[in-house]
């Protein structure tokens, strides 16, 4: 028993010097040249980032309904919604409402449709805190 202690122990200080080897007050200071290829690397890793597709969800509105009335929807069944004509909707991205805008017509393409953003929704309390 007293081997398996003694083990214990010599790993435990292992571990110790190993943690103080690598603790931040041990590294030495960033020269002028080491930030130089740290931005470089910095941005290049920001391009990668921007290059990752994102899924852009604009909200016209969402609607409540027991499922009886679900069942019962057809062809040609209007649904109301819960925003009004005229009224923002909701840009999303990742499930976060980042902007809101009016419905437009693309103008190169009269059979599309767009959004002109008016307002762009900044982050809120709990994502300003991470």
Same mark, same amino acid.
């Given at each position: 028993?007293?081997?398996?202690?003694?083990?214990?122990?010599?790993?435990?200080a292992?571990?110790?010097?190993?943690?103080?080897?690598?603790?931040?007050?041990?590294?030495?200071?960033?020269?002028?040249?080491?930030?130089?290829?740290?931005?470089?690397?910095?941005?290049?890793?920001?391009?990668?980032?921007?290059?990752?597709?994102?899924?852009?969800?604009?909200?016209?509105?969402? %609607?409540?309904?027991? !499922?009886?009335?679900?069942?019962?929807?057809?062809?040609?069944?209007? $649904?109301? +919604?819960?925003?009004? &004509? @005229?009224?923002?909707?909701?840009?999303v991205?990742?499930?976060?409402?980042? %902007?809101?805008?009016? !419905?437009?017509?693309?103008?190169?393409?009269?059979?599309?449709?767009? $959004?002109? +953003?008016?307002?762009? &929704? @900044?982050?809120?309390?709990?994502?300003?805190?991470?």
């Amino acid at each position: 028993m007293n081997q398996n202690a003694d083990e214990m122990t010599m790993d435990n200080a292992a571990a110790a010097a190993n943690a103080d080897a690598f603790s931040p007050n041990n590294f030495a200071p960033i020269s002028g040249d080491d930030h130089q290829l740290r931005a470089g690397s910095e941005a290049r890793n920001f391009d990668t980032v921007k290059r990752i597709p994102v899924l852009v969800q604009v909200v016209l509105g969402s %609607a409540t309904m027991p !499922v009886s009335a679900l069942i019962k929807l057809g062809r040609g069944a209007v $649904v109301p +919604l819960d925003h009004r &004509v @005229g009224e923002p909707v909701d840009v999303v991205v990742n499930g976060r409402i980042i %902007a809101r805008g009016e !419905v437009v017509v693309v103008e190169d393409d009269n059979s599309r449709f767009g $959004v002109q +953003l008016t307002e762009i &929704v @900044g982050p809120s309390t709990e994502e300003e805190d991470l």
